[in-house]
């Protein structure tokens, strides 16, 4: 199984800055199978990047996503009151997925 | 637009099986690019995948779990379904059915439902 880690475990930025979000794995992640969610207090996650930097529909280009092998991060430019929220990596590589702990951005 | 809406007792008791329902409205379980899948959050917790199913009843399954879920299709109601055995206290958690094109990411989920074990 693929261990993902995640760093900070809290994040505590003022609007208009700039968030670095990153997830460890244990092991490469094929072909850049990792995809980053956005879970707001209450609701569902929401899909923000998959395969490792491509956007979902909808998403804002504020929202971007880079790396490979054990090494990915998300990164938010210019933070809003809106990005409260925990973030989750998630890799579908093998048949086994896995999702990291998470990381709450706290917004000042 | 692909809307997936869970269902099933908010309430199980310790020992008993967890049973839950997702239907899918705006598109078709019988889609050969999606798999379906459940997932899982502790309360405060982070998220945990429990398994997939594809339309032809093609199944997999978290190791962890393996041994006590079943994940099922009914393409004539086009639902699939989830059904824990012998639950615990562990088991509480918000259960989510998603959709993930070709068994990758998890691009649309439904709005969760509270599972509590407790007698």
């Known amino acids: 199984e693929i261990v993902l880690t995640q760093s900070p475990g809290t994040l505590s930025l003022s609007p208009g800055e700039r968030a670095t979000l990153s997830c460890r794995a244990s092991?490469?992640?094929?072909?850049?199978?990792l995809a980053w969610y956005q879970q707001k207090p209450g609701q569902a996650p929401r899909l923000l990047i998959s395969?490792?930097?491509s956007r979902a529909t909808g998403i804002p280009d504020r929202f971007s996503g880079s790396g490979s092998g054990t090494d990915f991060t998300l990164t938010i430019s210019r933070l809003e009151p809106e990005d409260l929220a925990v973030y989750y990596c998630?890799?579908?590589?093998?048949?086994?997925?896995?999702f990291g702990q998470g990381t709450r951005l706290e917004i000042k | 637009q692909v809307q997936l809406q869970e269902s099933g007792p908010g309430l199980v008791k310790p020992s008993e099986t967890l049973s839950l329902t997702c239907t899918v409205s705006g598109g078709s379980v019988s889609s050969g690019s999606a798999y379906w899948s459940w997932i899982r959050q502790p309360p405060g917790k982070g998220l945990e995948w429990i398994g997939y199913?594809?339309?032809?009843?093609?199944?997999t399954y978290n190791p962890s779990l393996k041994s006590r879920v079943t994940i099922s299709v009914d393409t004539s109601k086009n639902q699939f379904s989830l059904k824990v055995r012998s639950v615990t206290a562990a088991d509480t958690a918000v259960y989510f059915c998603?959709?993930?094109?070709?068994?990758?990411?998890?691009?649309?989920w439904g709005q969760g439902t509270l599972v509590t074990v407790s007698s």
């Open positions: 092991q490469s992640v094929s072909s850049s199978y």
């Open positions: 199913i594809y339309y032809t009843g093609s199944t």
């Open positions: 998603a959709r993930a094109p070709y068994a990758t990411c998890f691009d649309s």
């Open positions: 395969g490792a930097s």
């Open positions: 998630h890799q579908y590589g093998n048949s086994s997925v896995t």
